[in-house]
Structures are given as structure tokens and as C-alpha cells.
Antibody, heavy 115, light 107 residues
Framework: EVKLVESGGGIVQPGGSLRLSCEVSGFGFSNYWMHWVRRAPGTGLMWLSRINSNGFSVSYVDSVKGRFTTSRDNAKNILYLQMNSLRDEDTAVYYC????????WGQGTLVAVSP | EIVLTQSPATLSLSPGEAATLSCRANQTVSYFLSWFQQKPGQAPRLLIYDVSKRASDIPARFSGSGSETDFTLTISSLELDDFAVYYCLQRGDWPFSFGGGSRVDLK
């Protein structure tokens, strides 16, 4: 069974940092592109970043570029999102998604940026 | 950046009726257009990718069509489980982008 489980969310002050993890099982993690997507309260979905199967190619949406870093550990089957300089507008549920099409998703982890 | 506009914002229908949802791009996305369903408290679920290909385990009542800039998701006969928000996604150019969503409500 394919499973993706996000963790690491919580409440953080503006300017703070968090590291999210996405632990996967049930498929060959090292063969897949992986992605981070978020949904902010009352708004739609935003595709934040993508990382290729070996981790050497990473892309970000402009609004998080320079603040967020996506990485992966293929030996541990874990995808990471390091979030620095967090802002109010980063408050959202963060999801990891698998593959070129985003065919499997985790249930999400909530990040709340609040003074 | 490619902007996707979905219409209508809300569609109020009864079970058994057909739903037709539209997604329009401000520039061509070729065939790199997907549709997702999202329910409250749940992750998005991939329904359709590459315009018209159904994802694994997606019922045949869901179909996608279109090309270049204009795309449609059709649900041929709504079931109670289908009342949700639907998003289109383009992955023709980075950054990938979602439409604003169309909500299918129970009339």
C-alpha cells in the first residue's frame, strides 16, 4: 500500500523556521519525482516545489524561493521541506505528493505562523 | 506564469444530474492538464491527468476533454460521493498552477 505521511507542522512565530518531513512507504521512493503543495485557509492550492528522483534538480514557486528548501533522503524514504523566514501568509496545510502526476498525497500537516 | 480560470465557481445539482466544469488557461498548456477532487479535511485526489486519462480506480463517470487552453471535466451522473471542490492543474510550465476551484453542491 502506498503511504505518504507528513509531520513537523506546528505553530511558529513570524520569522521562525520549521522542517517538515514526508515519510513514504509502499513504493520505490528513489524512482519518483516528489512535490510539496499547500492550501492556505480560505484559498486554493499552491504547488510549492518539486524535486527529481535523485535530488539534484529542485524548483520553487517565486513566493518561497530563497526561504524554503526541498530535499530528500532516498536511503530513508523521506522528503523534507525546510522553511525559514516564515510569514503570516505561509499559514497553510502542507502536503507532499508523489510523481509526475501527483497520484498519491499525504493527509497534510498544518503550519500556523502567528505572533 | 500560467493562470487557470475555473467556472462556474459553484454548481448546485442533484444526484443523477450531469456536471460540466470548465478550466481556461491564459496560454497553452498543451496536454498537461489534470483534475483533482478535494473534500473538507482530505488531501486532493487525482481524477484525470493529461487532459483525458483517468487515474487509477477513478470511475468511468468522470471524463476530461479539451486542448491547448480550454478544458472540461464532466461527471456524467452525480453520486453523493461526488459533491466536493474540483481543481484543474497545469504542469505544462513551471511553476505548476491550480485553478481557483469549482464547488459542486447538493441542491
Amino acid at each position: 500500500e502506498v503511504k505518504l505521511v507528513e509531520s513537523g507542522g506546528g505553530i511558529v512565530q513570524p520569522g521562525g523556521s520549521l522542517r517538515l518531513s514526508c515519510e513514504v512507504s509502499g513504493f520505490g521512493f528513489s524512482n519518483y519525482w516528489m512535490h510539496w503543495v499547500r492550501r492556505a485557509p480560505g484559498t486554493g492550492l499552491m504547488w510549492l516545489s518539486r524535486i527529481n528522483s535523485n535530488g539534484f534538480s529542485v524548483s520553487y514557486v517565486d513566493s518561497v524561493k530563497g526561504r524554503f528548501t526541498t530535499s530528500r533522503d532516498n536511503a530513508k524514504n523521506i522528503l523534507y521541506l525546510q522553511m525559514n523566514s516564515l510569514r503570516d501568509e505561509d499559514t497553510a496545510v502542507y502536503y507532499c505528493a508523489r510523481g509526475v502526476y501527483g497520484d498519491f498525497w499525504g493527509q497534510g500537516t498544518l503550519v500556523a505562523v502567528s505572533p | 506564469e500560467i493562470v487557470l480560470t475555473q467556472s462556474p465557481a459553484t454548481l448546485s445539482l442533484s444526484p443523477g444530474e450531469a456536471a460540466t466544469l470548465s478550466c481556461r488557461a491564459n496560454q497553452t498548456v498543451s496536454y498537461f492538464l489534470s483534475w483533482f477532487q478535494q473534500k473538507p479535511g482530505q488531501a486532493p485526489r487525482l481524477l484525470i491527468y493529461d487532459v483525458s486519462k483517468r487515474a487509477s480506480d477513478i470511475p468511468a463517470r468522470f471524463s476530461g476533454s479539451g486542448s491547448e487552453t480550454d478544458f472540461t471535466l464532466t461527471i456524467s451522473s452525480l453520486e453523493l460521493d461526488d459533491f466536493a471542490v474540483y481543481y484543474c492543474l497545469q504542469r505544462g510550465d513551471w511553476p505548476f498552477s491550480f485553478g481557483g476551484g469549482s464547488r459542486v453542491d447538493l441542491k
